[in-house]
């Protein structure tokens, strides 16, 4: 039996309840498949307007109150649904209850006060660690998840009865960067206001407090783990990271099967597998119908599903649009939402190619099956991608992804060469470098490749259909992430003794 038994999950976002990305989807996948493992995992996350609608049932779990100035804050409990793992919600309705998203406002800006409600998440996620929260339970190791989460492992850092910290970074382009007036109004502990701390170039970073004080770090691929150590992912933290880096592990994300299979998903018209490959042609037909794409089913349906900002590489998509759709045999469908100009500028270039793009402005879960089982190919022309899972679903789904090889999409996608067609372990298309022409290029070997030979097509296909990325997998290196980080917390985390050196170190205690 394991020592590490019980594990506080903490994420900003947690799917169902509320997702803008990849994160919502680990956050409610992952757990499952470590519950499966036997922890007694539970997951914090902030009760958002959006979470509070869906769980009006909700009991209130406890009264805890935070001290001194919030008495309207409220412990509530719930269930994962699909499962018996408990939820916490923080509920401070001046804090999260509002429209828009976790981090957004309706007008797309973000909510001004963000460092204080991530702030105050993270208080809560320290006083339920330190069994204070009136839960009567406290986790053995808690696992946080990106900025959000960050203030927790420096504050419990000076806490003798602390648990052993995992600190996840799903991304570091997103750090928590605040001024330092924001820093002196939060009222932390001085000692997190320097260099070795929280302090990052006269800037407050709330990654920083994950990055220093947690016992174990993991981010979501192998290659994006070596990445960040480097100027060109690091945003200035790789020096950080390079010292850390023998507490640095990446795991890869994985697919939960249940409700990513061909065989069985029920948004999609028509299951399929490998036996009957035939059958996902009417997906594809469908998804033209739905789209007002040409119906026709010898031209090769491109899909690009994802957030529309710099880090998916939709620029580079978008300048070589004209040259890829030159070829009427080729049509493109996009789903996402993000960058108001991207948001624009593909409508416009959807007008300009009626019939053969269509564009959907919006955030549409079951569309994103319907255009994963309906394309022929996946295009994830991502700058950086540090795991990415939308790719990993399309290999299941026998659609081939065409990506560019970086973090995670050079760890789970195969190039088709020669050489690893003939021995079927190709399941897509790399292009090395970020750019239109890389992309058009490798667009372009998938066409040939597409219009050349229909076996070698299906041959590829079924490779990656064959694929295995279940959660168990990951969460298997998890359970052994956990031991890692226990042992370290066990032995003395360095980063203990970096904030005792700090002035006033001792506020929080
Ligand atoms: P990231 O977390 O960087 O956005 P990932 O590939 O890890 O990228 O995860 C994105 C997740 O969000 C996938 O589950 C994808 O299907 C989903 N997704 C992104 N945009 C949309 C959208 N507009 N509609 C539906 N699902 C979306
Ligand atoms: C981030 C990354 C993405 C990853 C996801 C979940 O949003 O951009 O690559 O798959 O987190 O870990």
Not at 82 to 94: E, F, T
Not at 247 to 270: A, C, K
Request: net charge neutral; with cysteine.
């Amino acid at each position: 039996m394991d020592v590490n038994r019980s594990i506080l999950f903490a994420a900003s976002e947690v799917y169902p309840f509320v997702k803008t990305g990849g994160l919502a989807d680990v956050a409610c996948y992952l757990p499952m498949a470590l519950h499966d493992l036997g922890f007694d995992i539970r997951i914090v996350l902030p009760a958002y307007r959006c979470v509070l609608d869906q769980v009006k049932k909700t009991r209130n779990a406890t009264g805890f109150q935070v001290p001194e100035t919030r008495d309207r804050t409220k412990l509530l409990q719930t269930t994962l649904p699909g499962s018996d793992i408990i939820v916490y919600l923080v509920d401070a309705p001046d804090l999260y209850d509002r429209p828009g998203d976790p981090y957004q406002g309706p007008d797309r800006m973000d909510w001004p006060d963000n460092a204080g409600r991530f702030a105050f998440f993270g208080q809560m996620i320290r006083q339920i660690s330190l069994n204070k929260a009136g839960l009567n339970w406290a986790p053995d190791v808690l696992h946080c998840n990106d900025w959000h989460t960050g203030l927790a492992p420096a504050l419990l850092a000076q806490d003798a009865g602390r648990p052993a910290i995992l600190f996840a970074i799903h991304t570091l382009s997103y750090q928590g960067l605040f001024p330092r007036q924001t820093f002196t109004s939060l009222d932390l502990p001085s000692g997190l206001w320097t260099p070795e701390a929280m302090e990052f170039y006269g800037n407050m970073s709330f990654i920083k407090g994950g990055l220093v004080y947690a016992d174990k770090l993991v981010t979501v691929s192998p290659r994006y783990a070596k990445e960040i150590t480097t100027p060109e992912f690091g945003y200035g933290l790789e020096g950080l990271l390079q010292h850390r880096s023998d507490r640095l592990t990446g795991i890869l994300n994985g697919v939960d099967y249940r409700f990513w299979d061909p065989r069985h998903d029920p948004l999609i018209e028509r299951h399929y597998w490998l036996d009957n490959l035939g059958a996902k042609k009417i997906n594809k037909k469908s998804l033209q119908q739905e789209l007002g794409l040409r119906e026709n089913g010898k031209v090769i349906l491109l899909a690009c599903i994802g957030r529309l900002i710099d880090q998916k590489g939709i620029d580079l998509m978008l300048a070589g649009l004209t040259g890829l759709l030159q070829n009427e045999n080729i049509q493109l469908a996009v789903l996402g939402t993000g960058n108001a100009g991207y948001e624009q500028s593909l409508r416009t270039a959807a007008g300009n190619f009626a019939g053969q793009m269509a564009v959907r402005i919006e955030y549409n879960e079951s569309l994103a099956h319907r255009m994963i089982a309906g394309a022929d190919i996946l295009l994830m022309p991502s700058r950086f991608e540090p795991c990415g899972l939308t790719q990993l679903y399309s290999l299941r789904y026998g659609t081939v992804p065409v990506v560019c090889a970086t973090g995670g999409l050079a760890d789970t996608v195969v190039d088709a060469t020669d050489t690893s067609m003939q021995n079927h372990t190709a399941t897509g298309f790399q292009f090395v470098n970020a750019s239109r022409d890389h992309l058009l290029a490798a667009v372009n070997r998938a066409v040939t490749l597409f219009t050349a030979s229909k076996d070698r097509w299906r041959s590829l296909m079924r490779s990656g259909m064959k694929q295995d990325f279940c959660w168990a997998r990951s969460a298997e290196q998890y359970r052994i992430a956990y031991m890692d980080a226990s042992d370290v917390r066990t032995a003395g985390n360095h980063a203990d003794f970096a904030l005792k050196k700090g002035k006033n170190g001792g506020k929080n205690q």
